[in-house]
């Protein structure tokens, strides 16, 4: 199915993105990405439109954050023909781990990796389902810095533009969104 991204296949896929106003918080537009996953067709679409920009990256692997870049991510590495290694919550990885601490609205959260997940060097590709703040893939990228990976790039369904979360996607690398709120 691979392709150039078009503005079709992009409303597509924003037209399975449900809004959900006032959740969890009054005055916050919750977006459902649930609708998309599960529809086959539209799911098909997105991991086609995430991987497409990475197709001739030579990637080593992908790196998705808990959880539902796991499921965007582990796709887009079987599309890709590369590895797929989870970014996970605190705890939920055996030992050893490098971890990294990022603080959220509400406090602070800890994103880990196995030591023995990445080579020095792997050329890696960072994948989430929403960026919003900015804070959880900034950790992601400081953390697979710490193993020193190199980070070719970041990937998202939603970009919600107005929380200005690009800004923290430090260094040259592209970021990539595919729909933008």
């Known amino acids: 199915m691979a392709g150039p991204t078009t503005e079709a296949c992009l409303h597509e896929i924003e037209s399975r993105v449900r809004a959900i106003a006032d959740y969890p918080r009054p ?3 919750f977006r459902d990405l649930s609708p998309l996953l599960a529809d086959p067709q539209g799911l098909a679409l997105c991991i086609d439109a995430l991987a497409e920009p990475w197709r001739h990256a030579r990637l080593d692997a992908v790196c998705g954050i808990e959880s ?5 991510g582990a796709a887009i590495a079987h599309e890709l023909g590369c590895g797929f290694v989870p970014l996970r919550k ?7 781990t490098y971890g990294v601490d990022y603080e959220l609205e509400y406090g602070i959260a800890r994103l880990e990796i196995a030591k023995q997940a990445l080579p020095v060097g792997a050329r890696v590709l960072v994948v989430d389902d929403v960026l919003a703040t900015g804070g ?5 990228r400081s953390l697979l810095e710490q193993v020193q990976a190199d980070v070719v790039g970041g990937a998202v369904v939603v970009e919600i533009e107005p929380l200005a979360g ?3 996607w ?3 690398s592209p970021l990539r969104a595919l729909v933008r709120y």
């Open 27 to 29: 005055g916050v537009v």
């Open 68 to 72: 539902r870049g796991f499921i965007f």
């Open 90 to 96: 605190a705890g939920k990885l055996p030992p050893p």
């Open 136 to 140: 959880t893939l900034e950790a992601a």
């Open 166 to 168: 690009r800004a923290r």
């Open 170 to 172: 430090q260094g040259t």
